[in-house]
């Protein structure tokens, strides 16, 4: 068996010591004769286990007692319309921030729920850049302002939201979330499937601060409802047991290997180093991003001539650097370089690289 370097932007590499550790307790987990997968999730095994990986993500990511966390199914995309249903009501307006394609997709997604307000967009720009603070246009007492902070197939991202005062931040972490620290206090609403940064997919995360989540701005089904989600600890229905356990299972990784401090230094010298042989490759290679804002997750790039993406992508992927074709929307190359990926599979890719760039000139 051969694993390769896998830049896949999601479900994507997950670390090799949660594979293996998963594999030799697919069995029989937690002394209960069986695997994860076939235990009532009503048993106090499951449920100790959860109550685990919640004490571990509050602790890693200092969420206070401010905030829910919730563990649930659909991904971002069933939470853009879910949120609005949620936390905001029918003549309401709710802010959106364009920064790239999944906060385009968010906005459409809530457009049903209430009237809604472009803040401001980088669409002119062809999603390279953010916005700057003095071009948004704000609607006083709206009910959130969208963010998305890692645009994961534009590869535009930025660390903190500006203060915009007492409108809630809700934001879009799906490909950035564990990556690094973040002041969670800052924002009302945290979401993020976990098939980057935190786990495989079939789970997302909400961290939902008490306030909004006392919000009753329509009538909902329990199934729908965040509130009826945190009343039953997240398990209103049959939750995803398996890829909950590997969330788990990724943070105990994360901890072991030094926390979010940890995890933001490496994630921070991986970037830097395939930005710094784009940008050291003569326009060979190029990236589009406004340097202010390029990400640290997902590194967008085009070859100098497109005839050259074939065998870029052939020649790569036989050197065992998988998954490294682009988003359709934006062309060329995408490498993701999430938590799981190592330096020395960002090395492998840039030796890759100039390797190529001196075989086809
Ligand atoms: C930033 C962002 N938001 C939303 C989504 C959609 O997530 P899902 O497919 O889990 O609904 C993605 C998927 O890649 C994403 O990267």
Same mark, same amino acid.
């Given at each position: 068996?051969?694993?390769?370097?896998? %830049?896949?932007?999601?479900?994507?590499?997950?670390?090799?010591? $949660?594979?293996?550790?998963?594999?030799?307790?697919? @069995?029989?987990?937690?002394?209960?004769?069986?695997?994860?997968?076939?235990?009532?999730?009503?048993?106090?095994?499951?449920?100790?286990?959860?109550?685990?990986?919640?004490?571990?993500?509050?602790?890693?990511?200092?969420?206070? =007692?401010?905030?829910?966390?919730? %563990?649930?199914?659909?991904?971002?995309?069933?939470?853009?319309?879910?949120?609005?249903?949620?936390?905001?009501?029918?003549?309401?307006?709710?802010?959106?921030?364009?920064?790239?394609?999944?906060?385009?997709?968010?906005?459409? &997604?809530?457009?049903?729920?209430?009237?809604?307000?472009?803040?401001?967009?980088?669409?002119?720009?062809?999603?390279?850049?953010?916005?700057?603070?003095? &071009?948004?246009?704000?609607?006083?007492?709206?009910?959130? @302002?969208?963010?998305?902070?890692n645009e994961t197939i534009h590869g535009v991202e930025f660390e903190t939201v500006p203060?915009?005062?007492?409108?809630?931040?809700?934001?879009?972490?799906?490909?950035?979330?564990?990556?690094?620290?973040?002041?969670?206090?800052?924002?009302?609403?945290?979401?993020?499937?976990?098939?980057?940064?935190?786990?495989?997919?079939?789970?997302?995360?909400?961290?939902?601060?008490?306030?909004?989540?006392?919000?009753?701005?329509?009538?909902?089904?329990?199934?729908?409802?965040? =509130?009826?989600?945190?009343?039953?600890?997240?398990?209103?229905?049959?939750?995803?047991? %398996?890829?909950?356990?590997?969330?788990?299972?990724?943070? &105990?990784?994360?901890?072991?290997?030094?926390?979010?401090?940890?995890?933001?230094?490496?994630?921070?010298?991986?970037?830097?180093?395939?930005?710094?042989?784009?940008?050291? =490759?003569?326009?060979?290679?190029?990236?589009?991003?406004? $340097?202010?804002?390029?990400?640290?997750?997902?590194?967008?790039?085009?070859?100098?001539?497109?005839?050259?993406?074939?065998?870029?992508?052939?020649? =790569?992927?036989?050197?065992? @650097?998988?998954?490294?074709?682009?988003?359709?929307?934006?062309?060329?190359?995408?490498?993701s370089l999430y938590n799981a990926m190592p330096l020395a599979g960002v090395q492998a890719?840039?030796?890759?690289?100039?390797? %190529?760039?001196?075989?086809?000139?």
């Amino acid at each position: 068996m051969s694993r390769g370097y896998n %830049f896949s932007a999601g479900p994507s590499a997950m670390p090799e010591p $949660v594979l293996r550790r998963a594999q030799a307790e697919m @069995l029989e987990w937690g002394g209960q004769s069986a695997s994860v997968m076939e235990i009532s999730h009503r048993g106090k095994a499951f449920v100790a286990m959860t109550e685990k990986v919640e004490a571990d993500l509050r602790r890693l990511l200092g969420i206070s =007692s401010d905030y829910a966390v919730l %563990f649930l199914q659909g991904g971002a995309t069933q939470h853009f319309a879910q949120i609005p249903q949620n936390i905001a009501a029918p003549d309401d307006t709710a802010d959106y921030l364009l920064t790239g394609h999944w906060g385009v997709k968010a906005l459409s &997604e809530a457009k049903p729920y209430m009237r809604t307000n472009i803040v401001a967009s980088g669409e002119a720009g062809k999603y390279t850049s953010v916005p700057d603070r003095s &071009e948004w246009q704000l609607t006083p007492g709206a009910a959130y @302002l969208h963010v998305t902070p890692n645009e994961t197939i534009h590869g535009v991202e930025f660390e903190t939201v500006p203060d915009i005062g007492d409108v809630p931040v809700v934001a879009d972490f799906s490909s950035t979330l564990l990556s690094r620290p973040i002041d969670v206090s800052r924002f009302g609403l945290i979401y993020a499937g976990t098939q980057k940064n935190m786990g495989a997919s079939g789970l997302t995360v909400l961290i939902v601060r008490n306030d909004l989540l006392a919000r009753k701005p329509r009538p909902l089904a329990n199934i729908l409802s965040y =509130s009826a989600h945190a009343k039953e600890h997240s398990l209103l229905n049959t939750p995803p047991s %398996f890829p909950w356990y590997l969330t788990g299972l990724v943070l &105990e990784w994360i901890d072991g290997e030094g926390g979010l401090t940890a995890m933001a230094a490496r994630n921070r010298a991986k970037s830097e180093l395939l930005y710094a042989a784009i940008d050291g =490759s003569g326009g060979y290679y190029k990236n589009p991003v406004d $340097v202010r804002y390029r990400s640290w997750m997902n590194v967008p790039f085009t070859l100098h001539d497109d005839a050259l993406d074939t065998p870029f992508l052939k020649e =790569s992927e036989a050197a065992g @650097l998988l998954a490294l074709k682009g988003h359709k929307a934006v062309g060329g190359m995408r490498a993701s370089l999430y938590n799981a990926m190592p330096l020395a599979g960002v090395q492998a890719l840039v030796d890759f690289m100039g390797d %190529f760039k001196n075989r086809h000139g």
